[in-house]
């Protein structure tokens, strides 16, 4: 497959057409996807189309290509509806770029993965592109083609095919954004340097004005490409505008952080087309309730305190939470179950419904986890965390109270109320968020949260899980614990294998340098057990350095009664 599926917009009144060829090349590197959604997300986000074109380099140019605009679609969607286009193209694209550095360097046998992206999106009666590379968009209007982009190539004869820029390819990527007007008629083509390079503008232009379909004119396009002889992958992805819509998305955004919060609510009531069935979870700021969707299925609604309704900023981080949780299209998290624009006329979001209980409630109910167990959660919480982390998301609050284990054992990861996302700003009282006992030492001394204080509270949820003890100590609000040494859990759990005793006295080292660097690292060591000793340091329990000791001991006392059984021979 080397694209989505590309269906026309009605509510956006424009039509897409696309193809894609493999030239002469062993692989097609091209990958071409666009996402025309209606209601809310059509309202807020527009329509989004993306060509990617990867950098040649074994199977890595294909994977780049193909994960960068899948993720871009999938994410995009995702942002905080209060984001700007181009801060939310932003945040997604470059945290996309991290993540192929990061799986470049991960693998030796593996080059470097990198790609070309050109994305356009169309919202309301306004265009927004983001570019990197040597894809191309053009706009045909009033019978002229102008090309909307710039080539990120080098400027010298014998590297103009070498990219200058590319999603990939450095720590600090560079967007090129451009904004304009839509108008009727407007044709526009994104493609790759397999297609502008082989026919030119005057030729892309003709064939752009003698086809009325979006579909003939892509075909025209790769067509006319392989009849001049075209060995490269050639891909055309053509849209056309048939009427723009004047709608207003900042009138809209700004109605959303000020929908009024509901009263509290008891079962049997509704609200606005769900039917309350159970209060599940009360804290101090929110509510959460289980819901029957009006489709009739199960669903759990969010939303704030009454006490909280004048709240501005509570508010605003209810939407963002929201927002997080749509990126998260994994079976390690709940799906948030879309709504109308106007259907919601309160302030609460609702997501999927799961029967089982948090860690928690298993705990507080007298359970015992098994060792084998802990390790089958620790590793499905890891991976939870990996997919936060790939988007640039650290959850703050990693405990047994939010992970929710269903009656086949899965675990899902609930409550990004406290999350810290790339690019999202937090209010002051948010600062050090997080449940004390099972915070990272850095972050008392006023240090931003980060993958490896995730990676700390996983090892102290863990080791609560086995022991029933935390391994520093219970921490109490307000208080600023010293971290020293952490009990060895095999003092309460002695048969903990050693291997994974070494994984969580490593994740619970005081530095954030000394643990792992990344979940990743922590998953290898995982999956590798007692087979992987140079992932994790050999650790000795006290109970085996203590047998150490006296032996040490009896040979030192038996050297010495020689050496006297000696003297007195002698004397």
């Keep these: 497959m080397t694209g989505q599926n590309l269906p026309n917009a009605p509510e956006a009144h424009f039509s897409l057409g696309y193809k894609t060829h493999i030239g002469a090349r062993e692989r097609n590197e091209d990958f071409v996807g666009a996402v025309t959604p209606n209601g809310e997300d059509m309202a807020f986000r527009g329509a989004l189309l993306a060509v990617a074109d990867g950098v040649s380099g074994g199977r890595s140019g294909r994977e780049a290509a193909e994960n960068t605009v899948r993720q871009l679609l999938a994410d995009y969607y995702a942002t905080p509806p209060t984001w700007g286009i181009h801060q939310a193209l932003d945040q997604v694209i470059c945290a996309t ?65 070498v990219l200058s820029r590319a999603v990939g390819l450095d720590q600090h990527l560079m967007m090129d954004y451009l904004e304009g007007e839509i108008l009727i008629n407007d044709q526009f083509l994104i493609c790759s340097d397999g ?76 609200i606005d087309g769900f039917e309350v069935v159970d209060l599940l979870h009360e804290s101090r700021a929110s509510l959460l309730y289980k819901v029957r969707t009006p489709s009739g299925q199960w669903g759990a609604l969010k939303t704030l305190q009454p006490a909280l309704k004048n709240d501005a900023v509570a508010g605003e981080a209810l939407l963002v939470e929201e927002s997080l949780t ?33 860690l928690q409630q298993h705990i507080d109910s007298g359970r015992h986890f098994a060792v084998s167990e802990c390790i089958q959660i620790g590793m499905q919480i890891a ?137 990743h690292l922590l998953i290898a060591a995982l999956e590798k057990g007692d087979k992987s000793p140079f992932l994790v340091p050999k650790l000795v329990s006290p109970i085996h350095r203590s047998v150490h000791f006296w032996r040490a001991m009896t040979v030192l006392s038996l050297g010495l009664n020689v050496l006297l059984v000696y003297i007195l021979i002698i004397i």
């Design 97 to 161: 770029n991290r993540w192929l550095l990061a799986q470049g360097g991960t693998e030796k046998t593996r080059s470097r993965m990198a790609t070309t992206l050109s994305c356009l999106v169309l919202q309301a009666d306004r265009y927004v592109i983001a570019h990197v590379g040597d894809t191309r968009i053009y706009c045909l209007r009033n019978q002229q083609l102008e090309l909307l982009t710039q080539d990120h190539v080098w400027d010298l004869p014998e590297m103009q095919h």
């Design 195 to 270: 297609v502008w390079a082989v026919l030119g503008h005057q030729a892309i232009a003709r064939i752009l004005l003698s086809e009325h379909e979006a579909q003939s004119a892509a075909d025209a396009l790769i067509d006319q490409v392989l009849k001049l002889g075209g060995v490269d992958n050639a891909t055309a992805l053509v849209l056309k505008i048939h009427h723009v819509n004047k709608r207003s998305r900042t009138d809209m955004l700004a109605q959303l952080p000020h929908l009024p919060v509901p009263e509290k609510l008891k079962p049997g009531e509704r």
């Design 326 to 358: 749509k990126r998260l299209v994994s079976e390690h998290f709940v799906r948030i179950i879309p709504l109308a624009p106007t259907q919601r006329k309160h302030l609460y979001y609702v997501m999927t419904y799961h029967e089982g209980a948090t």
């Design 383 to 519: 991976r939870g965390l990996s997919v936060l982390h790939r988007l640039g998301i650290i959850h703050r609050d990693i405990k047994p109270a939010n992970l929710l284990q269903s009656e086949q054992g899965d675990i899902r990861l609930l409550d990004l109320g406290v999350a810290l996302a790339t690019g999202v700003p937090y209010p002051e009282s948010q600062a050090q968020a997080g449940t004390p006992s099972f915070m990272a030492p850095e972050l008392f001394d006023g240090h931003k949260a980060s993958e490896q204080s995730d990676i700390f509270a996983w090892a102290v949820t863990l080791y609560y899980l086995l022991t029933r003890h935390y391994p520093y100590g219970e921490v109490e609000p307000f208080q600023h614990p010293r971290f020293l040494q952490p009990v060895n859990p095999i003092r309460y759990r002695p048969d903990i294998p050693q291997w994974f005793e070494a994984i969580l006295l490593r994740a619970l080292r005081p530095s954030p340098a000394q643990r792992f660097a990344s979940i």
